[in-house]
Structures are given as C-alpha cells and as structure tokens.
C-alpha cells in the first residue's frame, strides 16, 4: 500500500533521467561494430538493462580503412623517387622511415607490415599501403632547368641510338654479345 504519493515517479519506483556516461572504446572497432555496456540502459521489472551502442567511425583525412588495412597516399619529390630514398611515413604510432627504391614509379604501392589496425579479437595488426604519388615542382630555377635540358639530351642520344633496330635484329645483337 502505497501511503505517500511521489510526483517525480507517479508512483512507478523509477524516475527517468539524463546521465553521461564513460565509455572506453576498444582499437580496432569498426562501422558493423556493436558495444555492450551491462547495466547501463532501461529499468525494467528484473532491473537496468544493457546499453548498446553502435558505432561509426568518422573518416580520417590521411588514412582510408580497408578492413584492418589502412592505405595512404604519400607525395614523394621525383629526384627522390629516381635517385632512391628514405622518406617519413605517418603511422597511427608515429612516423617511420620507408626506403624508396632508386626508379620508383608514380602509383607505386609499398606495404607496411604491422602498421594498420589492430583486430578486435586477436590483437594482429593489419598491413598499411602507402601509393606514393611522383611529384614534379611547379617552379625551377635557371640551374635545374638547364640540368634537366641536359638530361634530356642524354637520354634522346641514347634512346636514338637504338630506335631504328628492328625486334629481330635486337634480339640478334643480344645473343652475339659475348659473355664476359
């Protein structure tokens, strides 16, 4: 019997409110990914329910998520991408140093073990895949231009010696070169 009357709860027991809660939310999660915290949704007659939230991850403006890998592209200065080289790479732990190979070619794709995200139920860290993107300056100054010019001249005088060769007598000269 009920003897006094509540006008928060109207005499139900429970009166709803507001609260913020802390929630930590586990490396690794993805948009199909579902969070159960006990005990923190509805009252009902066995007492609070579970709160299921449902997650989606804002896209971030290096990294663009395959499953657990993560891919990059990273601009790379084409004296870099000829001449061979290291250059830092952002990693979700900080920055490493990836090697370019000497004639790397725009579009190439590099693969960085261990550096994606981790999996929820094993901890193994997916790959990162870094496009790197040749890029050529806007601006030279007199000197660059002219070395380039100069390089230019070289690679013509070699690629014209051997422009008139037919496959036939390529192949010919190859197997005729003695072997050293």
């Given at each position: 019997?009920?003897?006094?009357?509540?006008?928060?709860?109207?005499?139900?027991?429970?009166?709803?409110?507001?609260?913020?809660?802390?929630?930590?939310?586990?490396?690794?999660?993805?948009?199909?990914?579902?969070?159960?915290?006990?005990?923190?949704?509805?009252?009902?007659?066995?007492?609070?329910?579970?709160?299921?939230?449902?997650?989606?991850?804002?896209?971030?403006?290096?990294?663009?998520?395959?499953g657990n890998d993560l891919h990059l592209e990273r601009p790379v200065d084409f004296t870099v991408a000829a001449l061979g080289g290291e250059i830092p790479i952002a990693t979700l732990d900080g920055t490493v140093a990836m090697k370019i190979p000497e004639g790397t070619q725009s579009g190439k794709v590099f693969r960085i073990?261990?550096?994606?995200?981790?999996?929820?139920?094993?901890?193994?860290?997916?790959?990162?895949?870094?496009?790197?993107?040749?890029?050529?300056?806007?601006?030279?100054?007199?000197?660059?231009?002219?070395?380039?010019?100069?390089?230019?001249?070289?690679?013509?005088?070699?690629?014209?010696?051997?422009?008139?060769?037919?496959?036939?007598?390529?192949?010919?000269?190859?197997?005729?070169?003695?072997?050293?």
């Open positions: 019997m009920i003897t006094e009357y509540c006008p928060k709860c109207h005499g139900k027991g429970i009166v709803r409110a507001v609260r913020h809660i802390e929630v930590n939310i586990p490396a690794g999660v993805d948009n199909s990914s579902r969070l159960r915290v006990q005990n923190e949704g509805e009252v009902g007659s066995g007492g609070p329910g579970d709160l299921y939230l449902y997650i989606h991850v804002l896209p971030h403006e290096l990294f663009k998520r395959e073990k261990g550096h994606g995200m981790p999996d929820l139920r094993t901890g193994t860290r997916g790959n990162l895949y870094v496009r790197v993107m040749i890029q050529v300056p806007k601006r030279l100054t007199a000197e660059q231009r002219r070395l380039l010019q100069e390089f230019a001249a070289i690679s013509d005088k070699k690629h014209e010696a051997h422009k008139g060769e037919t496959l036939k007598e390529k192949i010919k000269k190859v197997f005729s070169e003695k072997p050293f």
